[in-house]
């Protein structure tokens, strides 16, 4: 699993040590000229005679770029300053010029723009401008260097210094140009915006520098791997009957959209679901595509509501009503997408999970009086799903190049599992059948543990985009194919 610490958590996990007179700052710049020599050897096959450019704004994060620029100068590499504030780190400065730096200021737009060919003809940029202590996008001169590489056809290779300068550390959101980097080296701990997006999106390859620090307290954003899906998983025993290994009921579909059905159906049993209940009118559709599958209502341990129910029919959203109103009064838990998102009544318990796309997500929470945008969401994912989470109660998995799932006790999850070819009509209904299996499995655990429902969702996104890249690696993928794979998929992922 993969965890991120917000920034408050990581400078109060700095203290005791500064105050002990650990030398972080050292330990940091150690930790990247190290990662920074790796890339260079890279890109150049050598660290001496490489050119790097350090990008330096006017605090510490600035100062860590100084130091590992001094070292990576003690190896022979030329190495230039471009300081974008008038006050920088004074230490840091001091172990450049020692080293034999270049130091050039670029204190004015004027400045910063004269120096942006020597920023783009460098093998390696380091972008140090700001760090954890950075309010809002880049401001100043350094707008102007990061503005150059962010425009620029051909650029070096970036490598971010803690966290790509100007994006919202604890909230994944970007403000104006963000310089894409092809390595981030981020000191002490992952932080959120390297797992949520959009700003994650800018990070590249992430590699955490271990500073020691002692971080206490819930990690911020995790992101499950592997194993903690596998963990997760319902994994049936040898004596488990149909019944033990959970019966999903799917109010899914309508005249207008029976595909849905279909999918949703199918991503359950493929997941490994004991038995699928179809609730609604393309009946006779699921059943031509997966015999195995009841049709009818019965006793079903979790439900999954709304995928291709068309809003003009009565018929099917009054079932898919009723199945809300019974999930919610036998604690049933739910996944709960598309159509179904508006019958929601005003409080859910957590595990009720909706599946919103981000369009979707706004149309809620304009319905609840938070007037959003498709774009607002997107750009602030993190905040809305938040938003959504207290005004419901329920459980959020919004849907994304990467998903992030807001659940109870401020359990938070950012999954960036799928390729872009995932982006796909009909994958989202597979995505509510993968989850109502896992609800339907571990039904009585999802309501006694009102974070776990986060945790599933999380693992169904991981699975569906792992479906995805084994369904056709690199290439196109329809919905179809992604059930197809899910089975494969946790078949790998239970038995490594
Ligand atoms: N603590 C430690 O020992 C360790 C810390 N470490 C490193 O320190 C980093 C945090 O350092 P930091 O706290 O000095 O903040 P940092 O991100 O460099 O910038 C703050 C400066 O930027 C300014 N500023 C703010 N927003 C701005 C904007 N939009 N555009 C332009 N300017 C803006 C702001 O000005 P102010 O808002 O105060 O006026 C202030 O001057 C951390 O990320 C890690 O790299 C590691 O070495 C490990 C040990
Ligand atoms: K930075």
């Known amino acids: 699993m993969l965890l991120s610490w917000d920034a408050a958590a990581v400078r109060a996990a700095e203290e005791p040590l500064l105050a002990a007179g650990v030398p972080l700052m050292d330990r940091a710049a150690f930790g990247l000229a190290t990662h920074v020599a790796h890339v260079l050897r890279d890109v150049r096959g050598r660290v001496g005679g490489a050119h790097v450019v350090l990008l330096v704004g006017p605090g510490n994060n600035g100062g860590d770029t100084l130091h590992a620029g001094a070292r990576l100068a003690r190896r022979g590499a030329r190495v230039t300053a471009v300081l974008a504030s008038p006050r920088v780190h004074g230490d840091g400065l001091a172990a450049l010029r020692a080293a034999h730096g270049r130091v050039v200021p ?66 994944g959101t970007r403000t104006g140009a963000v310089a894409q980097a092809d390595v981030t080296v981020t000191f002490g701990a992952c932080k959120p915006a390297l797992l949520l997006p959009p700003a994650a999106d800018a990070a590249g390859r992430v590699e955490v520098v271990d500073l020691g620090l002692d971080l206490a307290g819930a990690p911020a954003v995790a992101r499950l791997a592997g194993a903690d899906v596998a963990a997760l998983w319902p994994v049936p025993g040898r004596t488990s009957h149909k019944y033990a290994r959970g019966v999903l009921g799917v109010v899914a579909g309508s005249d207008r959209y029976p595909g849905a059905a279909v999918l949703a159906s199918g991503g359950a049993l493929r997941a490994g679901v004991g038995m699928v209940r179809y609730v609604g009118s393309a009946g006779s559709q699921v059943l031509a595509a997966h015999p195995e599958v009841v049709v009818g209502e ?61 369009g979707e997500l706004a149309t809620l929470l304009s319905a609840r009086g938070a007037a959003v945008d498709r774009a607002d969401v997107e750009a ?63 039904a009585a655990d999802a309501v006694d543990d009102p974070t776990l429902p986060a945790a599933l969702a999380a693992a169904a996104a991981a699975v569906h985009g792992r479906a995805a890249h084994a369904a056709n690696p690199g290439g196109p993928v329809t919905a179809s194919d992604v059930a197809a794979a899910v089975p494969r998929v946790v078949a790998g992922l239970v038995t490594a």
């Open 106 to 171: 670029a204190h004015d737009d004027a400045a910063a723009d004269a120096l942006a060919g020597t920023v783009l003809a460098a093998d390696v940029v380091l972008d140090g401008l700001l760090g954890i202590g950075g309010r809002g996008g880049v401001r100043g001169p350094g707008a102007r260097l990061v503005g150059a590489l962010a425009a620029a056809a051909a650029r070096p290779v970036v490598v971010a210094v803690d966290v790509p300068s100007g994006v919202g550390v604890d909230d």
């Open 380 to 442: 602030a994912p993190l905040a809305h799903a938040r938003r959504a989470h207290e005004l419901t109660g329920a459980t959020v998995l919004l849907k994304g190049a990467t998903t992030v799932v807001v659940g109870a006790h401020g359990a938070v999850y950012a999954q960036a599992d799928a390729p872009a070819w995932l982006a796909t009509a009909g994958a989202g209904d597979v995505l509510a059948g993968v989850l109502g299996a896992l609800l339907a499995g571990r």
């Open 298 to 358: 019965g006793r079903v341990q979790a439900w999954v509501v709304g995928p291709g129910v068309a809003p003009d029919d009565d018929a099917q959203r009054a079932r898919a009503r009723d199945a809300l109103v019974h999930a919610l009064a036998h604690d049933e838990p739910a996944a709960v997408d598309a159509g179904a998102l508006d019958l929601l009544p005003d409080r859910v318990p957590p595990h009720v999970v909706l599946t919103p796309h981000a």
